[in-house]
């Protein structure tokens, strides 16, 4: 919670952030709407108006570009003997969209507001307080936000909980997936993602549901057999990267996207176990 404190301590304004954002779709342009709470305590003077600004900056975030950009009010605020909603903006582009996708990598979105509080009527005091606040969107509101712009698409995949073992362990591999993208461990990423598949693979008897499936044309193969050959084709291309095999699999490499895809895959897979008998 951002604190300002006017003269001695005779009053304080605190500005709490509500963790939420949308964004208004532009051409290439968006804006980027931040929602805080304002409470004033001690001797202030009701309906005293004050006008809020600030920075934005990324926070937590492994990237050398770090400012997003100026916030500005739609107009001053004035204090209350409640709570008040307060809305900042600022304006994002498509890169820099696309370059906060890259550094969060899938984890919630930080953010820091360097903010100012100007008493427009501020006479007593100096009319002018600074104090910073640290926000957290959530990875899937964010997303969702994203989608609403065209700037991006979101599914969510939700892993079941179950007390399966191997599903229990897959599912772990996946959250440590995650995080090894965010470590920007891609071929890492990889081979746990491939250790996930193997949940999968024994519990839809892959191997000989494949090896059935090998025997006809692809035209020919019912829906479990069709299940089968992905599922064993995404295990055999994620094996690439805990082996490196002379002429074939120690040539590979493993991008951010590669291993985003790779992690999806089998979270989705796995989650399917949840509808199979």
């Known amino acids: 919670m951002a604190n300002f404190r006017f003269g001695s301590n005779d009053y304080t304004v605190n500005i709490r952030t509500q963790h939420s954002a949308s964004l208004l779709q532009g051409w290439g342009v968006h804006r980027?709407?931040?929602?805080?709470?304002?409470?004033?305590?001690?001797?202030?003077?009701?309906?005293?108006?004050?006008l809020v600004s600030g920075n934005l900056w990324t926070s937590d975030l492994p990237s050398p570009a770090s400012w997003v950009g100026v916030l500005h009010a739609p107009g001053p605020i004035g204090l209350k003997p409640f709570t008040t909603?307060?809305?900042?903006?600022?304006?994002?582009?498509?890169?820099?969209?696309?370059?906060?996708?890259?550094?969060?990598?899938?984890?919630?979105?930080?953010?820091?507001?360097?903010?100012?509080?100007?008493?427009?009527?501020?006479?007593?005091?100096?009319?002018?307080?600074?104090?910073?606040?640290?926000?957290?969107?959530?990875?899937?509101a964010w997303s969702i936000q994203l989608a609403q712009v065209d700037v991006g698409a979101f599914v969510d995949v939700l892993v079941p909980i179950t007390t399966v073992e191997a599903r229990a362990t897959a599912a772990r591999r996946i959250r440590e997936a995650k995080t090894a993208i965010r470590d920007q461990r891609y071929e890492h990423t990889v081979t746990l993602a491939r250790q996930a598949l193997d949940a999968v693979r024994e519990a839809c008897d892959t191997q000989n549901v494949n090896a059935r499936a090998a025997g006809k044309k692809p035209a020919e193969r019912d829906q479990e057999e069709r299940w089968a050959v992905l599922i064993q084709s995404a295990y055999n291309l994620f094996s690439g990267a805990p082996h490196d095999d002379t002429g074939t699999t120690e040539n590979f490499t493993w991008t951010r996207a590669d291993a985003v895809a790779a992690v999806a895959t089998a979270a989705s897979l796995l989650a399917r176990l949840e509808d199979l008998p």
Request: aromatic share 6%; glycine share 6%.
């Open 32 to 50: 980027l709407v931040l929602g805080f709470e304002v409470t004033a305590h001690d001797k202030y003077t009701e309906d005293a108006p004050f």
């Open 85 to 140: 909603t307060l809305t900042l903006e600022t304006s994002v582009t498509d890169q820099q969209l696309r370059g906060l996708e890259k550094t969060r990598a899938g984890a919630d979105l930080t953010l820091r507001a360097d903010l100012t509080l100007t008493g427009l009527a501020e006479r007593r005091h100096w009319p002018v307080a600074s104090d910073s606040e640290n926000i957290r969107i959530p990875h899937a």
